[in-house]
């Protein structure tokens, strides 16, 4: 996290990932051990996520390498943190050859339908 600067309101967590990430190394600690807390802090109404897909492992734009399935685990961390009062858009996600960025909309949206 960039805790210098949290913007002019203090309300901008930034939270650099090194190339190669994956879930399990480092993504998910990112996740539930900055992001949702600094979120959950400022106690929204409502969470609009800028659901960026361009991490995923076989997409050419980013050095990320998150799987299909790591966002139906983003997608549980974020209902059980903000249950229903999550909106999503997607904006970013170029994997198209091997259906990894469908499977991984499908994989995030799962988490709402899908009993914990």
Known sequence: QDS????????????????????????????VGTALPFLLGNDPD?????????????????????KPADYN???????TAFGDRVAMGLEGGYSFEDHALSNALIEFCQAWKEDQ
Do not use: H, Q
Not at 7 to 20: D, F, I, Q, R, S
Not at 52 to 59: N, V
């Open 46 to 66: 409502l969470l609009i996520c800028s659901a960026g897909f361009d991490a995923l492992e076989s997409d050419w734009s980013s050095n990320l390498m998150l």
């Open 4 to 31: 210098e600067d949290g913007g002019p309101l203090g309300n901008l967590c930034n939270v650099n990932l090194k190339a190669g990430t994956t879930w399990d190394n480092g993504y998910k600690d990112a996740l």
């Open 73 to 79: 685990l983003i997608g549980r961390e974020l209902r």
